[in-house]
């Protein structure tokens, strides 16, 4: 299949890396020419959690310079969600049959509506990945890739990822999208605004005491917002995620370290508009959303 991914960070190159060596065609659109110079030079390099380095070879180029004549069977939209409005600007225009979105947080949601494509789905990574260079991503923690169509056609996101099981990229269907994607808000809203604020590792959100009973205050919120069920359950996946991705430092921390814009409007922006419609004034939820905010330098 012939598959574009759109956003050459962690994630970005993850998915490229595990999707190439199923045997696709594979582009990386990168935002630099350098990056892309050099992923295609050097090869895409990951590094397992054990250390040890395997190295694919992809297509890239950047999103502006990027035109198709083939048509597109899956784009992956991998960039952050403030920047998914703009891309999509551009996806519109290419042969694109089918498109994946892969961001943190709920406000992406609200384009969909927008989205011309008559196969779209959505999917969340609770994998850990870190950068390391602009051709090489460390895989830190593996997990598991969740996905869920929005509407369906042709099934190309299916057959993309096939039916083998990959023990170091596992890989879950889920029936209902919007309920997957409010699971994972509770992850990344709990996780994400807390690191930024103590600036530390995820790990150390579970192992700390003090940091376990912070985590776990925000967990309670965010359940009285969204009206999830089966809280226990889920604090026990929060707990486990934070362990499994423990030395990952979160993509609010790394944006916050580097003077970078975060994806906190998309992720405790969206709680907070949902608990004005519910008449649930959260003061922990808006406390944290201003001083994540606060530190917002870029």
Not at 38 to 44: E, I, M, N, V
Not at 151 to 173: A, C, T
Not at 269 to 283: C, H, I, P, R, V
Request: proline content about 1%; hydrophobic content about 40%.
């Amino acid at each position: 299949m012939r598959i574009v991914i759109v956003g050459s960070g962690s994630i970005g190159m993850l998915m490229a890396f595990y999707l190439s060596k199923k045997g696709h065609n594979i582009t990386l659109l990168t935002n630099r020419d350098e990056q892309a110079f050099r992923l295609k030079d050097k090869g895409l390099h990951i590094i397992h959690h054990d250390q040890q380095i395997e190295v694919v070879t992809v297509h890239a180029q950047t999103l502006l310079t990027y035109t198709n004549e083939e048509s597109i069977d899956v784009a992956i939209v991998a960039v952050k969600s403030y920047q998914v409005e703009q891309v999509l600007t551009t996806l519109q225009e290419l042969n694109v049959k089918s498109i994946l979105f892969t961001q943190n947080g709920m406000g992406h949601t609200d384009l969909f509506p927008k989205v011309e494509k008559e196969e779209l789905s959505v999917a969340v990574i609770e994998h850990g990945a870190l950068r390391i260079n602009d051709y090489t991503v460390h895989h830190t923690g593996v997990g598991q890739l969740r996905w869920s169509y929005v509407r369906k056609k042709d099934n190309d996101v299916q057959v993309m990822f096939g039916n083998r099981e990959d023990s170091l990229f596992p890989i879950q269907y889920e029936q209902n999208w919007l309920k997957m994607l409010e699971r994972k808000l509770i992850v990344n809203a709990c996780i994400n605004p807390l690191t930024a604020l103590l600036r530390v590792k995820n790990g150390e959100l579970v192992e700390n005491q003090h940091h376990k009973r912070m985590l776990r205050a925000v967990f309670n919120d965010v359940m009285e917002v969204l009206k999830f069920e089966h809280h226990e359950e889920l604090w026990v996946h929060l707990c486990e995620i934070c362990q499994r991705t423990a030395l990952n430092r979160s993509s609010m921390l790394s944006d916050i370290e580097h003077n970078r814009q975060t994806e906190i409007d998309s992720i405790l922006g969206y709680l907070m508009k949902k608990a004005d419609q519910e008449q649930y004034q959260s003061n922990l939820l808006t406390f944290l959303y201003h001083s994540v905010k606060s530190q917002e330098e870029f």
